[in-house]
């Protein structure tokens, strides 16, 4: 029986993925060079180990750049964007059907406290969730399991009991590696990802009714079965 729901945040309930790579590939091409998108993806939805994009700019440049005032400008252009940015189809009637079924919600995300508390309070949706995990809680952030380990344990639920909505190759990985369901919900900038390993696959969290979606986790596990019906994808 599925207890709990736990959201990443970033391009799941508010697309930040999209002006995140939008504002560097605008710089990238302010030097005529190009930023591929197959090499950004290595970071999102996780730590920036895998990727930083004021090196590699530099690697193709053979310069050092003034990265300070790089920054400064590219994080106003950034937060301009993402504060234009309403939550995502579906994500406000799937936190009220599960409020009204009793399931316990929680945020489980790759960056810092204070970016998650700060836009979940701006978007009225902080006191919804029983808990909020992020970066500053663990040593290692997804694809590591750490993440979501601990929210189901703050929730008090056991792993198999609840379902991880997830926009990115990183969190997928995160979210069955600590043994919890996992909805695929791929973004513009997610979508090429694979998402093979995932329960099920989403276009979009609006093209499910949000009971059909709990429905799916709250009985027998998902089927297992390749195809499509309006926007859905059960993984094999």
């Known amino acids: 029986m599925l207890q709990a729901v736990v959201f990443d945040f970033d391009g799941t309930i508010l697309d930040t ?26 970071c999102v939805g996780g730590g920036t180990d895998e990727f930083d994009p ?11 750049i003034d990265r300070q005032r790089l920054r400064t400008e590219r994080r106003r252009q950034f937060l301009a964007r993402v504060h234009a940015q309403p ?72 792993p198999r009991q609840a379902v991880a909505i997830e926009d990115s190759y990183n969190g997928m990985l995160g979210a069955k590696g600590a043994g919890l369901h996992c909805v695929a919900v791929p973004n513009h900038i997610t979508r090429s990802s694979d998402f093979s390993a995932a329960d099920l696959q989403l276009d979009s969290i609006a093209s499910i009714a949000a009971d059909d979606l709990i429905d799916r986790f709250s009985g027998p596990p998902v089927s297992a079965a390749n195809g499509t019906d309006d926007g859905l994808k059960e993984a094999p």
């Open 17 to 42: 993925e999209t002006p995140d790579f939008q504002t560097w590939h605008e710089i990238y091409r302010c030097y005529d060079v190009a930023l591929p998108l197959d090499l950004w993806l290595k």
């Open 87 to 158: 939550v995502l189809p579906g994500v406000l009637e799937l936190i009220a059907e599960a409020e009204r079924r009793g399931l316990k919600l929680a945020v489980a995300s790759s960056s810092d406290r204070n970016w998650v508390d700060s836009h979940l309070q701006r978007l009225g949706l902080r006191s919804r969730f029983l808990a909020i995990v992020t970066a500053d809680d663990v040593e290692r952030v997804k694809p590591d399991p750490a993440l979501y380990r601990l929210a189901v344990k703050r929730l008090d639920v056991p």
């Open 54 to 64: 004021h090196q590699h700019l530099e690697a193709l440049l053979g310069r050092t």
